[in-house]
C-alpha cells in the first residue's frame, strides 16, 4: 500500500485511492457475512471520499485550523471512515466534524501529565477513547483515561498508548484490522479467503 521512493531519503508515496478502495472492498466482505456470524446486524459502515474539485477547499479550510501536514494530506484525498463493528468500534472524523468537535471543545489539542504534546484528535472509538496525531513526532497516540479541561488533557500515566508510528501506519494497521476480521469471518463460516 506504501511504496518507498527510489531517492535515498526514503519518503513513501501514499496511495489514498488504493487505501481506500481496497478498505471498501473489505467492508463489503465483512458486512455481508457479519449478521451469519455474531447473529445480529452490522452497523452502518463506510469510508469517505473528499468530493471532486473539492479537496484543495477542504485542504486549505484545515490548514487554517492548524492541522499537522500528515492530516492536512488525509483530508485532501479521505473523508470520515466509520467502522462500527471493527473491535470495539473507530470512527476518524472528516474534516468539518473535526473542526466541530474541536470547537465545541470536545476535543484536546495539548496533552499534558504522563504526555506533554501539542496534538490533534481525528478518531474515536467504541470505549471513549480517541486518537490523536502528535504535533512533535508524528506518532499516533491512543488516549484511554485523563481529564479534558479546557483544550488540554490531562493525561494519567496509564491512560494512552502509542497505537502507530505515524498516521499512515495507524491506517495500514486499521486495513490489517479489518482483513483479519474478514478472515475470521469466512474461517467462522467454512468459506475460503478471499471467496
Not at 455474531?38 to 479537496?55: D, M, W
Amino acid at each position: 500500500m506504501a511504496l518507498t521512493d527510489p531517492r535515498s531519503d526514503g519518503v513513501r508515496l501514499i496511495d489514498w485511492r488504493k487505501w481506500r478502495q481496497g478498505v471498501e472492498l473489505l467492508v463489503g466482505e465483512f458486512v455481508s457475512g457479519f449478521e451469519a456470524v455474531h447473529g445480529y446486524p452490522p452497523g452502518e459502515h463506510s469510508v469517505g471520499l473528499v468530493p471532486a474539485g473539492e479537496s484543495a477547499a477542504v485542504a486549505e479550510a484545515s490548514a487554517g485550523r492548524g492541522l499537522p501536514g500528515p492530516l492536512l494530506a488525509y483530508y485532501g484525498h479521505l473523508g470520515a471512515v466509520a467502522l462500527p463493528d471493527l473491535d470495539d468500534g473507530i470512527w476518524i472524523d472528516d474534516a468539518a466534524s473535526l473542526a466541530a468537535q474541536v470547537e465545541a471543545g470536545n476535543y484536546p489539542n495539548r496533552l499534558t501529565g504522563a504526555v506533554d504534546d501539542g496534538v490533534s484528535v481525528f478518531a474515536t472509538d467504541g470505549g471513549g477513547g480517541m486518537y490523536a496525531l502528535s504535533h512533535t513526532t508524528g506518532c499516533v497516540y491512543h488516549l484511554t483515561a485523563g481529564a479534558l479541561v479546557g483544550s488540554t488533557y490531562d493525561l494519567d500515566e496509564a491512560g494512552y498508548r502509542i497505537a502507530a508510528v505515524d498516521l499512515w501506519s495507524f491506517l495500514e494497521q486499521l486495513h490489517a484490522r479489518l482483513t483479519a476480521a474478514v478472515e475470521a469471518q469466512q474461517a467462522a463460516l467454512g468459506e475460503a479467503p478471499g471467496r
